[in-house]
Each structure stands twice: as structure tokens, then as C-alpha cells.
């Protein structure tokens, strides 16, 4: 039996699923963390189903604090959804903790595993392929907001220093520009003024959070389609997943990563910049369905703010490309040379689409703020 092997039966020892173990098997196809489908048999009931991870120690230097937020958060949810009548083991993530009670369990070996339910009858799409979908998204991750309103989020730990952070990103980016080791600031000239013109706004969202005016919330932080649980049945989102980012942070972000991710109809490292615009229409449904799912939950200034949200992720997304690419690649994996170059180029040009329609953003979520 090979390492891993053992390890991976020691863990399944140190949790206590209900039933016999019948089989585990890699699961997903994450990147980050490594994940496992365990599979019970109980005596009387159908076959149940878990989820197994074992976090990854070089995203996450601290497991006790990441877990913290998990299980605070999700235990507020859980609170939340009886409250409301919902069905809290399909509505909410739920950790299980290990037979020694601890919220996760380390192995002989360091590494730092958790155990979540499965959620059945559900689908995680990749992409949003329909207005169906990306609309079901935004619903879910403004309900989640909703549903977190009350929660202290100063609470919770900053499992990833200065994440969204534009003024440390530029910061870090002009280090780049400065150090230039790999020779290839001569190659990205209108790539860096493109920043540099607007390194004020960088500023926008941190001064308004800093004046006051936007208020310090519980944020996922990683609002794409697939960090939601669609229910086959009805097409609508079950349950927010992927909680490793949970952190305090501005809904804004929340809002504008998912708008950086779905409305527009270009990859992420396409060459020919014309195929990368904002989509207004998806623009419209997105915000319709994350404000409904809000309810109200947000302030003035936050929905004032929303478009800033989309720009600013995407100006931030755009300048860690940049950075990346300017050190030589050593965050975001590449498969072609550039390739980071050509996915910051696509970034800065729906920052440069978004500017244009500046008024047609706003006007939208006027629409629906009421």
C-alpha cells in the first residue's frame, strides 16, 4: 500500500460517517484543495455520500483559522435558513468534524483534512451558458449576502492577507515594473500606463470603506457560477459553496467579480481583444437577480457603489495578471508563453468597455435598486 494509500485510510478512520466506508474516489476538478467522494452503506437507508478535502497547505498557511470562518459562517447560515423555513442540510454547507471533536483533522503526515455532507440533486456549472443561470447565481450570491447581514465580520480571520486590496495590488505591480527581472517591462508599455492612468481609482472602494461610507461585511470573495449548487429540478441555486475566501470585505467585490466572470462572451486569454466587451444585458440580469436576492440588505452607498465593484475587480484582475507575467509567471499557470500578458490585455479592455457605458451601469442599477 503507497503512502497516500495510508494516509487516506487513516483519515477516513478519523471521521465518523454513519456507516461502513464502500468506496473514496478523487472528486471534482478543483485546483486548489485535493478532494475525495466517500461513499457509505448504511443497513437500512440508501447509500450516503461525503465530501473530503484536504486543505491545501500552500493556499492556506493557517487550517484552525480558515476553519474558524467556515464553520462560524456556516453555522449562522444554518441558524438563518431554519429561521426561514428552508431546509437547512441542502441550503447550507456543514462541517463534520472528526471522532476527536476538533473542527478538522491532521494526519501523520501534516496534512489538514474536513468533511462536508453531499448535496444531491444538484449540478455545478462551469460556465454560465444561459441568462437562466447566471441570473440563478446572482440570486444566490445576493441571498447569501442577506442571509449574512447580522454577522460580525470582524471576526473572521483574513485567511489571505490583502486579497482584495487594489492599493496593495498596484503596489506590487509598480515593485514589478521597478525590479523588472525577466526583461519584459519594454514589451508591456501601454499595458502599465493603462494602470498608471488609473491609479486613483485603485483608491475609490478602500476610501469609501475607510470614510465610512461602505460598510465591512461577511464576503465570499470567489463569486463565479461554479461556486453555486444548481438544483436540477428547478434551475435555481441551492447553496454557496467554496467558502475558503469567506472573509470581511465589501459587497461590491462580491457583486463585481461575478460581473467580471459572466457578462461577457470572451476567454479569459483570447487574443483578439474586439470578441471582449460588456455584455448590458447580462449586466441587467445579473443585477436584477443578486438585488432580489438581497432583499434590501444593502445600503445606498452599496448599490451607489456596484458598478465601481465590477470595474474595480476587473482592474485588480487585470494588474495580478500584469504582475505575474512582469515576475515571470510564478502565481497563475500558464500554457503558452504570454499567456498571462494576453489575460490581463482582456481585463483592461472590459475596464476600458466598462468606462464606456459608465452611465448605462449606473442606469441599470437605478432600475432595480428601489
Known amino acids: 500500500m503507497s503512502t497516500a494509500e495510508t494516509v487516506l485510510n487513516e483519515v477516513l478512520e478519523a471521521f465518523d460517517f454513519g456507516a461502513p466506508v464502500v468506496g473514496a474516489m478523487r472528486f471534482g476538478c478543483g485546483h486548489i484543495n485535493d478532494t475525495f467522494c ?16 484536504r486543505m491545501s497547505a500552500a493556499a492556506f498557511k493557517h487550517p484552525d483559522q480558515l476553519m474558524s470562518n467556515i464553520i462560524g459562517v456556516t453555522e449562522y447560515l444554518g441558524e438563518q435558513i431554519k429561521q426561514a423555513g428552508g431546509d437547512r442540510s441542502r441550503e447550507a454547507m456543514e462541517v463534520i468534524r472528526p471522532r476527536n471533536g476538533e473542527p ?33 447565481s446572482g440570486r444566490a450570491f445576493g441571498r447569501f449576502q442577506k442571509m449574512l447581514n447580522g454577522y460580525p465580520a470582524e471576526t473572521l480571520y483574513e485567511t489571505i492577507p490583502h486579497f482584495h486590496d487594489t492599493e496593495d495590488r498596484l503596489a506590487k505591480l509598480k515593485t ?17 500606463q493603462f494602470v498608471m492612468d488609473r491609479e486613483a481609482d485603485c483608491s475609490v472602494a478602500l476610501q469609501a470603506l475607510r470614510d465610512g461610507r461602505l460598510p465591512l461585511r461577511v464576503t465570499h470573495n470567489d463569486t463565479k457560477l461554479n461556486n453555486v449548487l444548481i438544483d436540477t429540478k428547478t434551475g435555481e441555486g441551492v447553496c454557496v459553496i ?17 460581473i467580471r466572470f459572466g457578462a461577457n462572451h470572451c476567454a479569459e486569454d483570447e487574443k483578439d481583444l474586439s470578441k471582449m466587451y460588456l455584455d448590458l444585458e447580462l449586466f441587467e440580469v445579473y ?3 443578486f438585488l432580489e436576492g438581497a432583499e434590501g440588505s444593502l445600503t445606498d452607498a452599496e448599490l451607489e457603489y456596484l458598478p465601481w465593484g465590477a470595474k474595480l475587480m476587473t482592474l485588480e484582475c487585470g494588474i495580478r495578471f500584469l504582475t505575474d507575467y512582469l515576475e515571470g509567471d510564478t502565481y497563475f499557470h500558464i500554457h503558452r508563453e504570454g499567456q498571462n500578458l494576453d489575460r ?14 459608465w452611465d448605462e451601469m449606473q442606469a441599470v442599477v437605478n432600475k432595480f435598486r428601489g
Request: with cysteine; net charge negative; glycine share 6%.
Open 242 to 258: 467554496d467558502l475558503d475566501t469567506v472573509m470581511p470585505g465589501l459587497s461590491i467585490n462580491d457583486f463585481g467579480d461575478s
Open 176 to 192: 514589478a515594473v521597478e525590479a523588472d527581472s525577466m526583461g519584459r517591462v519594454k514589451d508591456c508599455g501601454p499595458e502599465i
Open 287 to 289: 443585477t436584477k437577480a
Open 38 to 53: 466517500v461513499h457509505t452503506q448504511p443497513a437500512d437507508y440508501p447509500c450516503r455520500t461525503f465530501i473530503l478535502q
Open 344 to 357: 490581463c490585455r482582456t481585463q483592461f479592455k472590459l475596464v476600458a468597455d466598462m468606462e464606456a457605458h
Open 104 to 136: 478538522y483533522y491532521t494526519d501523520s503526515q501534516g496534512g489538514a483534512w474536513r468533511v462536508y455532507p453531499f448535496i444531491t440533486d444538484i449540478y455545478c456549472y462551469q460556465t454560465a451558458d444561459t441568462p437562466e443561470l447566471f441570473a440563478a
